[in-house]
């Protein structure tokens, strides 16, 4: 209580039954009449000296208070109208001792009722130095410690309630007559009882603080919400050093705890959130994120057009129907209150909040139980029926948005005994919604782009590698695993004239659409460059040449990526020829092949590097090994076998290894090599093309020497026509004396000798004449009037294909024809 006029007061509501008190009996005057044993232990002053002396001499009262009461207007406590005694009052005073020594004493004046015509009181003394200080009396602590707005409470030596304050009855609900007496697992069993009591005895014990121990739970004033408190021990002591009991002081944190929580969980949210451009798993960061921390449930549904890269049309009312679960998370193993699982279609009914909040774009908080919610429900069998078993308490559905157009709905649950969602909670997950709808409108444009990417790097990279008698052939291609998707890797196999067969592989700079651009360039340029049937070594210098324009008339300075990737561009070009069985290579800046022989052995040919591609004024050179049948010749690109954290010796023998076996299939090979890489991230792309050679039998090839007399002409066709014959291509005679009478016509007549005639049967039947020229001939149209020009012509009219191609003697022309199949 205050004090309004005078000294420091207390109400005295109780009596003081519970300190050792002294007791003096005093007359109106102010003469002692009677003095206690305890007396003189306080002051030191035996009876004698002190009985009929006034009690001034001894004890000096407040200005206002006399041993009759205070006067009026004190504000003491006789004033109060459930006092027992009228005029009643106590307070703290000053006394002194018979060594002259002054000390405080608590005094409390009880005047006597019935005492005749005298006019008598009591006072009692107290000595707060040597009594419990929550002994002296209830209302000093009421004084200092009933208003706090921190909960305070005193417990003995048995951690038993002696004392606590109002805010601490009214935050948690108790009433102190229930405390009193008791401990704290008695009356706070969801409140960390535990915890609490060996936070308390610990500063018995130890004399030792525990200061801002956090602990949750429930307590009877807030029975449906978790609540958050700070308390903090103490030991209480007296002046002698007697342990008197324990206390603590508490605050109940909980509005100020979750806003932290909140704060923190957005702060994470943004750097959990949006690892990666991948539509799936920014949304299951979203959910990862939200339970358990924030829900017990949470689920992230996205529209079809979303999950494709495509973004809804403006002004269109979403396709409630096109909603796809990307991601859920529950607290319970399995997510078993899911009603629609991973990649299966979510369909709500039209009155639920998922609709209503998805077509309005605005977030939606409901609690179930309440006559909306069973509306909606009652409609849903499905999510009524998981509702009965789960028992759900309250929900939030926000729209996930990018630039004001729909992405789809994210959906947060909490489940009974936990409590319902708040305001707040709502604000929160519309926050990292939002961020987490940045992400996922990011990731949906990255899709979108690496679905164009990829789409155009499968479209320049064969579809399928067909098989020849000449060679087997498979491959392999694992993109980088990084943000910028698809890469450049690229690898084909061209058929060449004569049975040969060229396979290529390369690899572009950089990853994306323009590195997936720049290889179709590229490999569009080694196709057309292969026809003309240059060497190796030629082929890569026209197309170093073909680089260097490129670059030359490249984009502007501010795009560099194109021009980049153009001039890191490595490529190995190799042709089999499947008659000699000898292979010609030369590379530009690629890792060299392996060649794995029947045996089991593998050896990497030793073949001149060459510069990368786009340099220019460096010569590439050509090398040419023999290859036994059944040979494996590999063929990849430097992703297989270079690391940043490995040296590149070590992935060649790896690839070695996984080379070096018999008797296996391409694709199990291809499996086997794929699968020795080391299961990292991938920070280059991987192409690898095998191929198993086989030489063509010797009766399927058959040569003449033509002498260079048209008279031999006729000759010529002669001995093709036998060999049609016991190849069982009869059908093709008429055909092949054509194209025979042609070809050999134009080499007598135009060109210089010796004139070769050579056929070879294959797939296709193809007939060459070689000569010394090194003048092509052109196909023309010939004018009505015209006497000849028309041969190459009809040998264009009459075979698959006919071409040129130059040798170190001179020239080959050839033309091919598809043999019919073999019954």
């Known amino acids: 209580m205050s004090n309004r006029d005078g000294p420091s007061q207390a109400g005295a509501g109780v009596p003081f039954d519970m300190a050792d008190m002294a007791t003096v009996l005093v007359d109106g005057p102010g003469l002692v009449l009677g003095w206690s044993r305890k007396a003189e232990q306080i002051l030191g002053y035996p009876a004698a000296e002190v009985l009929n002396r006034p009690i001034a001499a001894f004890i000096t009262l407040p200005d206002g208070v006399t041993t009759t009461g205070p006067a009026d207007g004190m504000g003491g406590a006789g004033d109060r109208d459930d006092d027992p005694v009228p005029g009643t009052w106590s307070g703290r005073v000053t006394a002194r001792q018979r060594d002259t020594r002054r000390m405080e004493l608590e005094v409390r004046i009880c005047p006597l009722a019935h005492a005749g015509d005298r006019d008598l009181c009591l006072l009692f003394l ?39 304050n109002e805010t601490l009855e009214r935050t948690a609900g108790v009433p102190s007559e229930e405390r009193l007496g008791r401990r704290v697992s008695d009356v706070l069993p969801g409140m960390a009882p535990e915890a609490m009591e060996a936070h308390l005895r610990h500063a018995l014990e130890t004399g030792e603080s525990v200061r801002s121990f956090e602990h949750r739970g ?40 979750r806003a932290q929580e909140r704060l923190t969980l957005l702060t994470e949210s943004g ?11 920014t949304a299951a960061e979203l959910v990862e994120t939200a339970v358990p921390r924030f829900a017990d449930f949470a689920c992230v549904d996205l529209l079809e057009p979303v999950l494709h890269g495509r973004e809804p049309e403006e002004g269109t009312t979403p396709d409630v129907a096109s909603l796809r679960r990307v991601a859920h998370r529950s607290l319970r193993a399995g997510c078993p209150e899911a009603a629609v699982g991973v990649g299966e279609p979510s369909r709500y009914v039209s009155r639920s909040p998922m609709v209503r909040c998805l077509i309005e774009g605005k977030a939606v908080l409901q609690s179930f139980g309440d006559d909306e919610a069973a509306r909606w429900l009652a409609d849903d069998v499905i999510r009524a029926d998981r509702a009965r ?45 939002s961020r987490a709808a940045v992400s996922l409108d990011n990731a949906r444009r990255y899709t ?14 064969p579809h399928a590698l067909n098989d020849t008698p000449a060679l087997e052939v498979a491959s392999r291609y694992l993109p980088a695993d990084n943000r910028d998707g698809v890469g450049g890797d690229w690898y084909d196999v061209i058929p060449l004239s004569g ?7 390369g690899d572009v700079v950089g990853h994306g659409i323009n590195a997936a651009a720049t290889m179709g360039r590229l490999r569009a340029a080694v196709r057309t460059l292969a026809m003309t049937d240059p060497a190796p070594n030629e082929l890569l210098a026209r197309l170093d040449d073909l680089v260097l324009h490129l670059i030359d008339e490249g984009p502007a300075d501010e795009d560099r990526a194109a021009t980049t990737a153009v001039l890191g561009a490595t490529c190995l070009y190799a042709v089999y020829d499947p008659i000699t069985g000898r292979c010609a290579m030369a590379r530009a800046g690629h890792p060299a092949p392996a060649v794995g022989t029947p045996d089991g052995g593998v050896d990497f040919v030793d073949l001149a590097g060459g510069p990368p591609l786009g340099l220019g004024s460096f010569p590439f050179e050509s090398t040419e090994v023999e290859l036994a049948e059944d040979s494996l010749l590999a063929l990849f690109t430097d992703g297989l076998v270079e690391s940043p954290t490995e040296d590149v010796d070590v992935g060649l023998l790896r690839l070695r290894r996984a ?11 291809c499996a086997r090599v794929m699968a020795s890489v080391p299961a990292r991230p991938q920070t280059d792309d991987v192409a690898l093309l095998l191929a198993r050679v086989h030489r063509l039998p010797a009766d399927s090839v058959v040569s003449w020497d033509v002498p260079t007399d048209p008279a031999a002409v006729s000759g010529a066709r002669d001995l093709a026509t036998g060999a049609l014959e016991r190849w069982g291509l009869a059908d093709l005679a008429f055909t092949t004396e054509l194209v025979i009478s042609e070809l050999v016509t134009n080499a007598i007549r135009y060109a210089a000798g010796p004139v070769r005639l050579r056929l070879i049967k294959d797939s296709v039947l193809t007939c060459e004449v070689s000569d010394a020229g090194s003048t092509s001939p052109h196909l023309r149209h010939a004018r009505t009037t015209d006497e000849g020009g028309r041969g190459l012509f009809i040998v264009a009219q009459l075979t698959h294909r006919w071409g040129t191609r130059y040798t170190a003697d001179g020239k080959v022309i050839w033309a091919e024809q598809v043999c019919p199949p073999q019954v």
């Open 499 to 505: 049975t040969r067969v060229a396979l290529v592989v």
């Open 126 to 164: 107290i000595d707060p130095q040597s009594t419990p200080w929550w002994g002296v009396s209830q209302s000093v602590l009421e004084r200092f410690l009933t208003h706090l707005p921190y909960g305070v409470a005193v417990l003995d030596t048995d951690l038993r309630y002696v004392w606590l």
């Open 659 to 669: 080379l070096a076996c018999r008797n296996r299939s391409l694709d199990e090979i």
């Open 389 to 433: 078993e789960f028992d759900p308490r309250s929900l939030i559905v926000v729209p996930v948005r990018s630039q004001r157009r729909p992405l789809g709905v994210a959906l947060f649950v909490r489940w009974w005994p936990n409590e319902r969602f708040e305001e707040a909670d709502l604000l929160l997950a519309e926050e990292f919604v």
């Open 271 to 281: 750097a959990r959130i949006g690892n990666s451009l991948d539509i799936a798993k």
């Open 448 to 461: 979108r782009e690496h679905n164009a990417a990829l789409t155009l790097q499968r479209s320049l990279l």
């Open 218 to 257: 429930h307590v009877p004033a807030h029975p449906d919400r978790e609540r958050v408190f700070s308390t903090s021990f103490f030991r209480l002591d007296d002046s002698a050093g007697h342990v008197l009991g324990v206390g603590y002081m508490g605050a109940d944190i909980t509005d100020s705890k």
